[in-house]
């Protein structure tokens, strides 16, 4: 599998503040990526994705994409208690097949 | 997002017996669908991938014949864990895609074997 990292983490950020996610993959020609939420004991579930570079808004969260710079990050704004959880980078190949990152586990503190 | 279907959540099982586990795409027709396994605190690790009326690809290290994966229909795919071992025991998730969109994920299957 293609090499995907992030920041290690723990987070941990005070209620309100914002989350800053990063990521950087291996593979330059992916072109489809994503960020998924995992609390524990779930199954991941897809927050956003991204295909093209520049900024993707969708409510708090915040995608931004530069390709040259094989890099992908999240920004979760107005951080809640219930976002406390594990945030898993994805990148998806030419052969469809999602390569993850290790997590980054975010706390927020209420 | 499209809801993909996985049983059973939980199952406890003996060692030496064999478990199927389930995965069904809902409200798409999942031309590819992936097995993956987590241990405590680790990401996903991709098992195999399968699509519809053909052998499953597994990843490296990965025994294809302990791990049974049929893609019978465009809805459907079964992991088998034959004689399943206490190592065994994890978190096992499916997801499913209709190619050229977001993967989306089962519940996940928590396989105990005792």
């Known amino acids: 599998q293609k090499e995907v990292e992030q920041n290690s983490g723990p987070l941990s950020v005070p209620e309100g503040a914002i989350a800053s996610l990063n990521c950087t993959y291996s593979?330059?020609?992916?072109?489809?990526f994503f960020w998924y939420r995992q609390y524990s004991g779930k199954s991941p579930e897809l927050i956003m994705s991204?295909?093209?570079?520049g900024d993707k808004e969708d409510g708090r969260f915040t995608a931004q994409l530069n390709k040259a710079s094989q890099y992908v990050s999240l920004l979760i704004r107005d951080s809640q208690p219930s976002d406390s959880a594990t945030y898993l980078c994805a990148v998806m190949g030419n052969d469809y097949k999602l390569s993850f990152g290790a997590g980054t586990t975010v706390t927020v503190r209420a | 997002g499209a809801v993909v279907s996985q049983h059973p959540s939980r199952v406890i099982c003996k060692s030496g017996t064999s478990v199927k586990i389930e995965c069904r795409s809902l409200d798409f027709q999942a031309t590819t669908m992936f097995w993956y396994r987590q241990f405590p605190k680790q990401s996903l690790m991709l098992m195999a991938t399968s699509n519809e009326g053909s052998k499953a690809t597994y990843e490296q290290g990965v025994e294809k014949d302990k791990f049974l994966i049929n893609h019978a229909s465009l809805t459907l795919s079964t992991l088998t864990v034959t004689s399943a071992h206490p190592e065994d025991s994890s978190f096992y998730i499916c997801s499913a895609t209709s190619g050229d969109t977001e993967a989306f994920f089962g519940q996940g299957t928590r396989l105990t074997v005792v």
């Open positions: 593979d330059r020609v992916s072109q489809s």
């Open positions: 991204i295909y093209s570079n």
